[in-house]
Every structure is written in structure tokens, then in C-alpha cells.
């Protein structure tokens, strides 16, 4: 038990270490790169919370990754049901899914700005177009393994198509469902930060560029650490949610 507690430490101290060294030693004749240390930017950040600006600034950039994720969700496991289980319609959308799919997410910022203007509905846009094919394709894998023989005793005791699917179908894909859904919490909230450097005011994305441009680079290697340790914390609450659920 001892052992792999020191094993999980060991690898965040010698990255912070790194990191020290690699701005404090290796970067010491580099401006930026001096200022970028880990004591700067846990400064920066214990300032950047003084001034009431941390706590608006998490949240906003949360509000849109739960709402795109909500609707990545919602899309993404309706789409799944309909691919894993009608063939016809797999062969009909395979093209385009997989088209789809490899569009980076941000390549569609014009358009979204053009659909949606300013602000924070292209930023949840682009957040659910990231997110919607993970858990579309997890949610179609998971339908497609379901043992057939599940489908034909439901049939058989004539259970009518949406019993079958609320009653066989959900119960027996939510493992592929919540390895989707996670999944897509990853991308779409690397997707985010750059998707709030489009024309937005607020967010951890807009603060990286507000410091940026105001040369204090102690506070972009903050909200960079932020960024990190944020998403890290949703993956382990995630995990422990579902292994709770399932």
C-alpha cells in the first residue's frame, strides 16, 4: 500500500522538479522562461484569486463544457443507438460519420462564429462537435456486442421496440456509454480552451491570451497549471461516478 503511494508521488514531484529546473537552471538567461517557474505561477495564481477573478473565470469555462458535453451526450448516444443497431442506417452514414469525425473540431470555428456570433454558443458548439463521435461510437460498439440472443428472448415475451431498448439495450451498453462519455470529457475539454480564444471575454482560454498579451507569463504558466489540474480532478471524479454506476 506504502509502495504505491510513493509510486504515485514519485512522478508529479519529478515533473515538478523538471519543471523547476527547466525554467529556474536550463531557462535561467530567458526572460519568459524564468518567470514560468512553478513558484511564479503558484504566485501568480494565489494573486489572480485575491482578486476575485479565479472562481468567475473556472466557472464560465465549466458552464460551457457541461452544456456542450450535454449536448454531445444526447447526440452522440442517439446516433450510437441508431448506428449499432439498424444496419441500414449504418451504411447509410458511414461516410459521413467518419468524415465527420476527422474534421478537427476547430477547423469548424468560422462557421461557428458565423452561426452563432460571439460569446459562449460557439465555444459550447465547438465543445459538443469535439465530444458527440466518442460517445457515438463507444454507444454503437456497445450495442453491437450485446449477446443477440438478449433481443430475441425480449421478442420472444413480447417486449415492444422501446421496452427492448430501456429495458436491454441501456442496461447492457452503459459500460461502452460511460468509456464514451469519458472519453469525450477529455477531448472537448482540450477542445475548450483554444475554442475560448475566439471572440469570448472570459474563460481559462481567454485568460491564457489576456496574459499573454499582457507579458505576464508567471500567470499563463498559472492558468496552464489550472487547466491541467482541473482536468484531472473531472477524469478522477468521472471514474469514481461510474464505477459507482455501473
Known amino acids: 500500500m506504502k509502495s504505491t503511494l510513493v509510486l504515485k508521488l514519485l512522478a508529479p514531484v519529478l515533473a515538478v522538479l523538471l519543471w523547476w529546473w527547466g525554467t529556474a537552471v536550463g531557462g535561467a538567461d530567458n526572460p519568459i522562461l524564468a518567470n514560468m517557474g512553478p513558484v511564479p505561477a503558484v504566485n501568480s495564481l494565489i494573486g489572480f484569486a485575491q482578486s476575485g477573478l479565479l472562481a468567475g473565470t473556472i466557472g464560465v469555462s465549466l458552464y460551457r463544457l457541461g452544456l456542450g458535453l450535454l449536448i454531445a451526450a444526447v447526440l452522440g448516444i442517439g446516433i450510437g443507438l441508431l448506428v449499432g443497431s439498424l444496419r441500414w442506417f449504418e451504411a447509410a452514414s458511414s461516410a459521413v460519420v467518419q468524415f465527420l469525425r476527422m474534421v478537427s473540431p476547430l477547423a469548424w470555428?468560422?462557421?461557428?462564429?458565423?452561426?452563432?456570433?460571439?460569446?459562449?454558443?460557439?465555444?459550447?458548439?465547438?465543445?459538443?462537435?469535439?465530444?458527440?463521435?466518442?460517445?457515438?461510437?463507444?454507444?454503437?460498439?456497445?450495442?453491437?456486442?450485446?449477446?443477440?440472443?438478449?433481443?430475441?428472448?425480449?421478442?420472444?415475451?413480447?417486449?415492444?421496440?422501446?421496452?427492448?431498448?430501456?429495458?436491454?439495450?441501456?442496461?447492457?451498453?452503459?459500460?461502452?456509454?460511460?468509456?464514451?462519455?469519458?472519453?469525450?470529457?477529455?477531448?472537448?475539454?482540450?477542445?475548450?480552451?483554444?475554442?475560448?480564444?475566439?471572440?469570448?471575454?472570459?474563460?481559462?482560454?481567454?485568460?491564457?491570451?489576456?496574459?499573454?498579451?499582457?507579458?505576464?507569463?508567471d500567470l499563463l504558466a498559472g492558468i496552464m497549471l489550472l487547466i491541467g489540474l482541473i482536468g484531472y480532478a473531472m477524469d478522477w471524479l468521472v471514474q469514481r461516478a461510474f464505477r459507482r454506476w455501473l
Do not use: H
Not at 147 to 173: C, F, H, N, Q, Y
Not at 186 to 209: F, H, K, N, R
Open 109 to 217: 470555428s468560422p462557421i461557428a462564429v458565423v452561426l452563432f456570433g460571439i460569446g459562449s454558443p460557439p465555444v459550447v458548439f465547438l465543445v459538443a462537435i469535439a465530444a458527440v463521435w466518442p460517445v457515438a461510437l463507444a454507444t454503437a460498439s456497445g450495442v453491437k456486442a450485446l449477446d443477440p440472443e438478449w433481443l430475441t428472448l425480449s421478442k420472444s415475451l413480447g417486449a415492444s421496440r422501446w421496452e427492448t431498448i430501456t429495458s436491454v439495450v441501456v442496461p447492457g451498453i452503459r459500460g461502452n456509454v460511460a468509456t464514451g462519455l469519458r472519453l469525450a470529457l477529455g477531448v472537448a475539454w482540450i477542445v475548450l480552451v483554444p475554442a475560448e480564444m475566439l471572440g469570448v471575454d472570459s474563460g481559462l482560454g481567454y485568460q491564457i491570451l489576456n496574459a499573454r498579451d499582457q507579458i505576464s507569463y
